[in-house]
């Protein structure tokens, strides 16, 4: 190293590791800000564990204090890369002439760093913090513009004040001489537990930060174009060490641990995430550089560039090394290939294969009060089981478009199955998706097992060392007697009350996800349809849960899988019930029709109002069928692109596919009511029409298709809900969301 470097680490943090042997090896000189946290950390574990070496490289890893001096080091010339630098401080560097460019991400979102106070702080939310000051690491890093970006999104004027590391950020807030901290989990969070310091607020409630990626790899233009394909053998070593760091090997939170010089407990809740904020997997990948029109808004806006820059100058300014297209590979996003034939459609082909077997099997599953061992065999075999799963646990994480089409298949043949299909598919995702590795594992690694329940928060969950005590009842069920886990929803209670989640208003509701045999089944499933679901009430009482084993009751950032499970536990499930209606109503006027035409058919149905009246219906009722349909899937087109571009959905599109699930409900059931009453003798005895009435009748019972939700909906559409977000059931306020991620346009 040069001896101007090696005056600028000792300037930094006087800390230069160089680890390996570089016989035969590529060096890169990488500098990262702030050591130990949880994205900056591959290089040093990924080096220790031998996986750049595996790729002919050996790094020399200078630690600075924050992403300005790191940056100065790579505009310098000391350093080839630069970790995990603000990628709006970056943009202005670039655009004022600085030799910089972002070759790829860091951490996309703000769903890592919350922002505290003292205990004795008078404040008591950040709209009270007018004129106070808030820590960032350094001038230009991200740290600076989520703080200029929280200031405007409450309405008062922050100062920030240059702090440093997080240690001495906590140290100048125990002190006085800062009025606001921020930090990453796990630092800081020994001092919240201890009681010295509370949560102000997370990150993640501006809108705007969700789906940049706010901090960036950067390298010098020099190195890009003398080493390109070093670079590009950093990416893929980068990616692959962060692979190993979320496989739930033990040897991954020892090693962390060390690193941090912090017990393992605390280290594992670098993603556990005990403040709201974690680092899942999706949010790390260093391939991924989202939301670049946004950050040049923002950037103009709190004055890093003076301007927009040209196309010409963005596309210089990105500079992805040549491996990027293996992102697709890893995150299964195939469909964002232009040449992708959307067309061919396995899963789908073989929901629809099942149907003559399904149909033989749906009154044998309909006198059982479940679906019998043969038809979830069946399920299994065929894939259909696991097409929401993510594909590290052996899943197909189908897009929606596909999902819609899988369940409308099923719902044809028969709608129990398909009910109790597309209810475990949101249960397993969600748990496979939002579970922390080691948990996941545990759940779904040797077997896809089966997860269903009630999510709805009807228990009570007090806590505990180490988790909680559960108890309660839950009603509707479904899908329960085949689970080997339950998707159990509750509150939590902390010494007695309801525990409100720190930085909001809201209480604590999480999924448990809890082995089957702790439930007690009540038994008492005798409705009118959806007979062969088998949705009982169950209840548990007392029943300790590891704390790993929940997750938030409206997560939508995955451990495991991609930006499919962007979509949480709600919009999983509007896809689901979406197809379920298609498919029943389907079914229902093939039923009618083929009776209508049939030999000696005609003329009962004339002498039940038929003729032209009947045509008149069943046009009616097609072209209504089919208007939904387009509906459906044009929403559903729309998010699925969003999507894929790494993005969540707004609230306007969450609003359509609400007010889509709704209108196709409606329609479904109006659609079957008119088939069964043209049916005569026929559909009174059991049969395919007698089932597909009983079946959608008792579906429209469901909370997701109440006249409530269409209400909301048109609200949002007519203005009324500004800057509210999409709760579960009703537009909310954000402060009463844990990680509100669609937000009402202001």
């Known amino acids: 190293m040069s001896l101007a470097a090696r005056a600028f680490g000792l300037a930094v943090t006087g800390l230069i590791l160089s680890i390996g042997s570089a016989a035969a090896q590529d060096v890169l000189k990488v500098a990262i800000g702030q050591r130990g946290a949880w994205e900056n950390s591959s290089a040093e574990l990924g080096q220790n564990q031998g996986i750049f070496k595996k790729h002919g490289l050996t790094l020399e890893i200078l630690y600075t204090q924050g992403s300005g001096e790191t940056m100065q080091a790579v505009i310098s010339g000391s350093v080839d890369i630069g970790v995990g630098i603000g990628t709006h401080g970056a943009l202005g560097a670039f655009a004022k002439g600085a030799p910089v460019r972002v070759i790829g991400g860091t951490f996309t979102g703000v769903d890592d760093l919350y922002y505290y106070v003292s205990t004795d702080s008078p404040l008591k939310s950040m709209k009270e913090a007018d004129g106070r000051t808030i820590?960032?690491?350094?001038?230009?890093?991200?740290?600076?513009?989520?703080?200029?970006?929280?200031?405007?999104?409450?309405?008062?004027?922050?100062?920030?004040?240059?702090?440093?590391s997080?240690?001495?950020?906590?140290?100048?807030?125990?002190?006085?001489?800062?009025?606001i901290g921020f930090a990453t989990s796990p630092f800081g969070l020994e001092a919240v537990?201890?009681?010295?310091?509370?949560?102000?607020?997370?990150?993640?409630?501006?809108?705007?930060l969700r789906n940049q990626t706010v901090r960036s790899l950067i390298a010098n233009i020099a190195v890009i174009e003398r080493r390109p394909e070093v670079l590009s053998r950093f990416i893929v070593a980068t990616r692959e060490t962060l692979d190993w760091m979320y496989s739930g090997d033990p040897r991954v939170m020892k090693a962390y641990a060390v690193l941090l010089g912090m017990p393992e407990a605390t280290a594992a809740k670098a993603i556990s995430g005990a403040t709201g904020g974690y680092?899942?997997?999706a949010s790390v990948e260093p391939t991924r550089v989202d939301g670049l029109d946004a950050i040049q808004?923002?950037?103009?806006?709190?004055?890093?560039?003076?301007?927009?820059?040209?196309?010409a100058q963005m596309a210089d300014f990105l500079r992805l090394p040549a491996d990027r297209q293996?992102?697709?590979?890893?995150?299964?996003?195939?469909?964002?290939?232009?040449?992708a034939n959307l067309r061919q459609l396995p899963l789908v082909d073989a929901a629809r294969a099942l149907t003559p077997f399904l149909n033989e099997q749906a009154p044998l599953s309909e006198a059982a009060g479940r679906l019998t061992d043969a038809t979830i065999q069946a399920l299994r075999d065929s894939g259909?089981?696991?097409?929401y799963m993510p594909k590290c646990f052996g899943g197909s994480e189908v897009w929606p478009l596909e999902a819609l089409e899988i369940i409308e298949a099923l719902s044809y043949a028969d709608a129990s199955t398909s009910w109790v299909t597309m209810a475990a598919q949101v249960s397993m995702a969600t748990a496979a998706a939002y579970l922390p590795p080691s948990a996941a594992r545990q759940v779904f690694g040797t077997t896809m097992s089966i997860v269903a329940g009630q999510g709805a928060p009807f228990g009570r969950a007090d806590m505990a060392e180490g988790g909680f005590r559960l108890s309660g009842k839950w009603g509707y069920g479904s899908g329960i007697y085949h689970a080997a886990w339950t998707h159990t929803g509750a509150m939590v209670h902390e010494n007695g009350h309801p525990r409100i989640v720190p930085g909001t208003d809201t209480p604590d509701a999480r999924i448990f996800i809890v082995p089957v045999g702790e439930a007690e089944f009540q038994g008492n499933w005798d409705v009118l349809g959806l007979r062969a679901t088998g949705s009982v009430d169950y209840a548990m009482q007392d029943v300790f849960v590891p704390e790993e084993f929940t997750h938030r009751q409206n997560a939508n950032r995955p451990y495991q899988g991609g930006d499919l499970y962007r979509l949480g536990i709600s919009g999983l499930s509007t896809s689901g019930h979406s197809g379920f209606a298609l498919g029943v109503a389907r079914r229902a006027l093939d039923e009618i029709a083929a009776l209508a035409v049939a030999p000696r058919r005609t003329a009962m149905i004339a002498d039940l109002g038929g003729g032209e009246v009947f045509h008149q219906l069943y046009g009616q009722a097609e072209a209504e069928l089919r208007a939904a349909r387009c509906f459906v899937?044009?929403?559903?087109?729309?998010?699925?692109?969003?999507?894929?571009?790494?993005?969540?959905?707004?609230?306007?599109?969450?609003?359509?596919?609400?007010?889509?699930?709704?209108?196709?409900?409606?329609?479904?059931?109006?659609?079957t009511e008119f088939a069964y009453k043209y049916g005569g003798g026929t559909a009174a005895r059991a049969g395919a029409l007698q089932r597909c009435f009983r079946d959608m009748s008792t579906a429209t019972q469901h909370v997701t298709v109440s006249p409530w939700i269409l209400r909301e909906c048109a609200k949002e559409l007519l203005g009324l809900s500004k800057g509210k977000v999409w709760g579960s059931r009703a537009m909310v306020e954000p402060s009463q969301m844990v990680r509100p991620t669609i937000v009402a346009a202001t």
């Open 135 to 164: 820590a960032i690491s350094s001038t230009g890093s991200a740290g600076h513009i989520i703080a200029l970006a929280l200031g405007q999104h409450f309405g008062v004027k922050l100062t920030p004040q240059v702090a440093g």
């Open 297 to 311: 808004a923002d950037a103009i806006q709190f004055k890093y560039i003076p301007a927009p820059l040209t196309a």
């Open 384 to 387: 259909l089981m696991g097409f």
């Open 166 to 179: 997080y240690a001495t950020i906590l140290t100048q807030v125990l002190t006085k001489q800062l009025d």
């Open 633 to 671: 899937f044009d929403v559903w087109a729309d998010v699925q692109a969003q999507l894929q571009r790494g993005e969540d959905m707004t609230v306007r599109q969450m609003t359509l596919l609400r007010m889509a699930l709704n209108h196709v409900t409606s329609v479904a059931a109006r659609a």
């Open 193 to 208: 537990e201890q009681g010295k310091v509370r949560i102000l607020t997370p990150a993640n409630v501006v809108p705007s």
């Open 279 to 281: 680092h899942p997997r």
């Open 326 to 339: 293996g992102a697709t590979e890893m995150t299964g996003d195939a469909t964002l290939r232009p040449d």
